[in-house]
């Protein structure tokens, strides 16, 4: 790289320059940050202003500190590719939020905002994107059933190519075992054909698609756009590449055996939907002895919204139970269909299908279902009728228990279990499989962004992720090729996925300095990093997510990013000026998670509350990348206090990067022994959950802890540091 | 603005809700050029008008702020608000589509200092706020605002407060003469996320929504609910501006019902079990949720546990009939049988919410021919993203809309692939 030319621009428009002497901040950037270039602007957003900056840096400036707004302003204004650039925050940060009658203080608050820029933009180096990509057009999909035909076809018809792999002799999954599906669009009324022979058959004759039957993954390694994946299967194995996966492993149904209450496992004419659907494509519609079945029963949630089987909805059940009623009418109007339920849910336009059953005389009865028994040749249905309040019965030649979806989710990494088989089997530190989110479903956490894995590269796609319809998995499998097709696209260029995406910096790692602690490998919430043979993490760029988890791991402190790293921060922790002890101007510094509570910092000033100018705020990728470095360094040169902004944790985390803010709180509950052996209260540092709405309780929060460090009084360490 | 902006590769995606942007980034972070037209003056549709989310009571701005993050970083999507498509023409693989562009008023060199706000007084009903509360004619239309940019309402200008207006910004960012434009532009493939409106109340006239000033909706429950909203987050009663203590929820409002949307609106459900929530936080009120069926699909059934588990909520299984007002307190009578043991009931409510329906608002739009639509309204086919295709709630939205981003891009791709082969 050149030389570094530094340059700082000052704004005084927006009425930065009646609030903040800028002839003294000039001399800050001059002097103290000793920027090579200051030049002042009184309107530095506009088309003249920017194009002062793009003329210097055409002639050699490569580090640009822009002295105005919000770096969440006017972002694309100051968009200078190829060029360092630190935002000093004087409007939102100073002018917005400062109380009147504040002037020395907000100055000096400026002042040292300036400072701070200064010395980032020094230690900023111009991400040029991981080194370790490749570009690979092909998506393996996982699972031949329904969502991942459509996954696979979905990538061919966008012109990349895809590998189908699938454990049975034959693709179609759950899907071809079906006599029939619920509509996907109107009319509403009847089952219609499954559409899977027309999808096998496209699948088929497409060139881009290829297929291994009877085969399983034995294990996959890589990152996107370089996933190695060896297949087993009854050639040998072989390996496939790939630059990214789609997981469509699907489901399997709940074991009625396990619901003997029910019948289930008891008695022959006691099945679940799978059994009636081999009935309506036989055509054979009788009971096990051979009998013609005159009246069906559906008991629906069967097993299912109970914590003593599964405790969620599977959601398809209801439409099924209906779509499974009208072939027995269809068969026979005279057979008498009863659905049992708590609640019917047909949401959207299947309340037209809902409808259609009813006119076809199909009964639907509020009822819990209590018991099966046998009575004569045929079943009871014991149960408690909702709307008349009592315990009641009814005969039925066949009972269908309407069972949920159970993922085929491989092995739960974080509780596993004897038996699980894997589906991956990714050779990744952090285990075998995706990590799960809840009741065995590999989803995602965030409801803005239901494809944010947790394994870059790697997109769940159907029943595995969430229970769903076919009609969803369409959509879900179509929803996941699009991620993988991005993420390999992404990949091939050196750049991050969501949420960081398009981010050029990944991390660097110093190995000679490493001690082996291996906690980067354990904490990075993606499993990016795994181990040599000799301990040594070995990073993987490509699935790295660049929160720096890994940097505020390490505690001897050899990772970094070209643009964030400990030095960055380091560095402007250390250039503010701290007054004596005396001068009753306490310091806190904040570090605050760049996506909420900066923003809540941010929208404080656009709301224009005021909170006190002691406070020096930073922004920070994600609370999981604090070093305690910075804490130790702030104390020991005199800040009285430091306050920590994160996400929520816990079981509604906010965190994108899963365990930034539970992490920080963790390491920090580690500090009271540094505290101690410098002899400050445990009240110096303090972390706090923030939420992007939080603006008038941020500045509230920050007043108080203002107020409280002046009752506790002043730090000892002013002047030593 | 040039013509030249779009080619047959570029994707066009109308509306710029939660669906629309999803759509957009997603193809946009593909590689492909894409182009966001919103009508309104900025992105973030009904969902920027939603407190919290269901079921993790998170904030939409949460993820509005990582999508704006990634809008900006992004130089193959181009943004366009205040811009109404009036006419699409064509096919997939070459539309022709007619724009018009609304004046903001404002240009692109504001920076959002406020000063023209500051110099006026007029005010507004406030569009955030379904008109609930009001906003200075010279506005931010929020604190997360895309583009972060001011608007001058048109009733001020040609004013005398439109002239303080102009006089007061500093950097000349005020353009009082700014008219009414139509663009022509092409695209290759055209994603509708043209989202959903709730249903009008008024036209469920046993409920007397529009004449009892008690009964509300829930998308104004929402408002009422948020601290940035009208009544700085307290659950205030329109008639009174009393504290409301005794909540009714009317699941169904409109939807389920021959007369009004054959449809289930999905969402309302969960909207209603989450608001619950907002009541038992914010005071010792109580809920009441009367309901058909509770549709807590897949693993919201957890969360419609945890509000049953919650003493200050109780459920009440019958369609509500009618509603009554006692003039006096301003207080409702829901009428209705409770079809679980059928009894009577007459009961007594300080405020009524109801979980109103969505209806496409691509409804009355004139669609090309290609795009199909059921007789609801919903686009069917890949096309629809998020609720212009179905009923749905902001995950599946996007997941939707995630899903449509592929489909256009298919269509690129064959349009690529056939003019490299001729």
Request: negative net charge; contains cysteine.
């Amino acid at each position: 790289m050149s030389e570094m030319k530094t340059a700082a621009y000052l704004c005084s428009g927006c009425g930065i320059g009646e609030k903040l002497d800028i002839a003294s901040l000039s001399k800050v950037a001059q002097r103290e940050g000793k920027m090579m270039l200051v030049k002042e602007h009184e309107f530095l957003c506009s088309a003249e202003g920017v194009g002062m900056i793009r003329a210097d840096i055409a002639e050699g400036v490569t580090h640009a500190a822009i002295a105005a707004c919000s770096r969440r302003a006017k972002t694309e204004a100051f968009d200078f590719p190829g060029t360092a650039l630190s935002r000093v925050n004087l409007r939102e940060g100073v002018i917005w939020v400062v109380a009147e009658g504040h002037e020395e203080i907000r100055q000096e608050m400026a002042e040292d905002y300036l400072r701070m820029g200064c010395a980032e933009l020094k230690k900023m180096k111009m991400p040029e994107g991981n080194p370790g990509r490749k570009l690979n057009r092909r998506i393996l999909v996982a699972g031949g059933g329904f969502s991942g035909l459509t996954a696979a076809l979905a990538a061919a018809d966008a012109g990349y190519e895809a590998v189908i792999v699938e454990k049975e002799d034959h693709l179609g999954g759950h899907a071809a075992k079906l006599a029939k599906r619920v509509p996907f669009r109107e009319p509403y009324r009847e089952p219609v054909d499954t559409g899977i022979d027309a999808l096998l058959e496209k699948v088929g004759a497409h060139p881009k698609i290829s297929v291994h039957l009877e085969s399983t993954i034995a294990e996959t390694s890589g990152a996107p756009g370089r996933f190695f994946v060896k297949i087993s299967g009854p050639a040998g194995e072989k390996i496939e590449e790939a630059g990214a996966i789609v997981q469509a492993s699907g489901f399997s149904g709940y074991d009625i055996a396990k619901l003997p209450h029910l019948g289930g496992g008891k008695y022959p004419d006691v099945v679940d939907q799978a059994g009636v659907e081999e009935m309506a494509k036989s055509g054979n519609f009788t009971k096990k002895d051979g009998r013609a079945i005159s009246s069906v029963a559906f008991v629906q949630c069967a097993g299912q919204r109970d914590p003593e089987h599964l405790p969620y909805c599977s959601g398809h059940c209801c439409a099924t139970s209906i779509k499974q009623a009208m072939y027995f009418k269809e068969a026979n109007p005279d057979t008498e269909t009863v659905v049992l339920f708590t609640d019917l849910r047909v949401p959207g336009m299947g309340e037209d299908f809902y409808r259609s059953a009813q006119e076809k005389g199909v009964i639907f009865a509020k009822g819990k279902v209590s018991s099966v028994s046998e009575a004569g040749n045929g079943l009871r249905v014991n149960f408690r009728d909702l709307i008349l309040d009592e315990e009641t019965s009814l005969d039925a030649d066949l009972v269908v228990l309407a069972t949920g979806q159970v993922p085929n989710s491989g092995v739960n990494i974080d509780l596993p279990e004897e038996g699980q088989v894997s589906v991956l089997n990714l050779n990744y530190r952090q285990g075998r499989d995706m990590p799960q989110l809840v009741h065995g479903f590999t989803d995602s956490h965030f409801i803005c962004f239901p494809y944010e894995t947790r394994r870059t590269g790697i997109y769940a796609a159907g029943p595995v992720r969430r229970p769903m319809d076919m009609m969803q998995a369409s959509v879900d499998a179509t929803g996941a090729t699009l991620k993988a097709i991005q993420a390999l696209e992404n990949a091939a260029l050196g750049r991050a996925a969501h949420p960081r995406s398009g981010d050029l910096s990944y991390p660097h790692v110093r190995l000679e300095g490493c001690t082996q602690c291996k906690r980067c490998t354990v904490e990075c919430p993606f499993g990016a990093i795994d181990e040599d043979e000799k301990r040594y993490p070995v990073f993987n760029e490509s699935r790295c997510r660049r929160c720096g988890t890994c940097m505020g791991a390490c505690p001897v402190r050899v990772i970094s990013f070209e643009n964030y790293s400990v030095d960055t921060v380091g560095a402007q922790l250390k250039a503010v000026e701290i007054p004596d002890e005396f001068s009753e101007k306490p310091r806190i510094l904040i570090l605050a998670c760049e996506n909420d509570a900066y923003p809540a910092l941010d929208m404080a000033g656009v709301q224009r509350l005021t909170y006190s100018a002691f406070v020096r705020a930073i922004p920070v990728r994600c609370l999981g990348s604090v070093n305690t470095i910075w804490i130790t360094d702030a104390l020991n040169s005199g800040y009285d206090g430091v306050m920590m902004m994160g996400c929520k944790h816990g079981e509604n985390y906010q965190c994108h990067f899963v365990k930034g803010s539970e992490l920080a709180n963790y390491r920090m509950s580690k500090i009271d022994d540094t505290l101690n052996q410098l002899g400050l209260e445990a009240e110096r540092v303090a972390t706090h959950e923030v939420a992007i709405t939080d603006s008038a309780r941020v500045a509230k929060m920050i007043d108080d802890y203002v107020a409280s460090i002046n009752e506790i009084g002043m730090s000892p360490m002013k002047g030593f540091g | 603005m040039e013509k030249d902006i779009a080619t047959n590769q570029t994707i066009l995606v109308i509306g710029g809700g939660i669906a629309g942007i999803s759509a957009a980034l997603e193809a946009a972070e593909c590689g492909r050029q894409v182009i966001l037209a919103e009508r309104n003056a900025l992105l973030g549709g009904r969902t920027l008008q939603l407190y919290r989310y269901f079921p993790k009571m998170c904030h939409p701005t949460c993820g509005l702020e990582i999508n704006l993050r990634r809008i900006k970083a992004n130089r193959n999507l181009r943004v366009l608000t205040m811009t109404e498509v009036v006419g699409v023409s064509g096919r997939r693989g070459s539309y022709r589509v007619k724009m018009k562009i609304h004046p903001r008023h404002v240009n692109e060199k504001c920076t959002a200092c406020g000063d023209c706000a500051s110099a006026v007084s007029s005010e507004i009903p406030n569009r955030l706020d379904y008109g609930l509360g009001k906003t200075r004619a010279a506005y931010l239309p929020h604190a997360m605002a895309y583009p972060m940019r001011y608007v001058i309402d048109p009733s001020i200008v040609g004013t005398e407060e439109g002239k303080r207006a102009r006089q007061a910004c500093r950097v000349g960012a005020v353009d009082l003469e700014m008219k009414e434009e139509t663009i022509e532009i092409e695209a290759g493939s055209v994603i509708w996320a043209t989202g959903w409106k709730p249903y009008d109340a008024s036209k469920i006239q046993p409920y007397g929504y529009g004449r009892f000033p008690n009964v509300i909706t829930s998308v104004e429950f929402e408002r009422l609910a948020d601290p940035g909203g009208p009544s700085g987050g307290r659950l205030l009663r329109p008639s009174d501006g009393k504290e409301a203590k005794n909540v009714a929820f009317i699941q169904c409002a409109g939807s389920r019902d021959e007369n009004h949307l054959r449809h289930c609106s999905r969402i309302c459900c969960m909207a209603s079990l989450k608001q619950t929530r907002y009541v038992s936080e914010a005071s010792d009120a109580k809920s009441t949720v009367y309901y058909i069926d509770i549709r807590a699909i897949d693993r919201f059934e957890d969360f419609y546990r945890k509000v049953q588990e919650d003493p200050s909520v109780s459920f009440v299984k019958s369609k509500v009939a009618s509603i009554s007002l006692d003039e006096a307190s301003g207080d409702l009578f829901l009428n209705g049988v409770d079809t679980e043991g059928y009894h009577r009931y007459a009961n007594r409510h300080d405020l009524v919410v109801l979980a109103i329906g969505m209806e496409p608002e691509s409804l009355g739009m004139a669609l090309p021919e290609d795009v199909v639509t059921d007789s609801s309204g919903f686009i069917e086919g890949g096309f629809g993203a998020g609720a212009a295709s179905s009923p749905l709630d902001v995950n599946r939205s996007v997941q939707s809309a995630t899903s449509a981003a592929l489909f256009a891009i298919s269509d690129i791709h064959r349009i690529s692939a056939t003019e490299e082969a001729s």
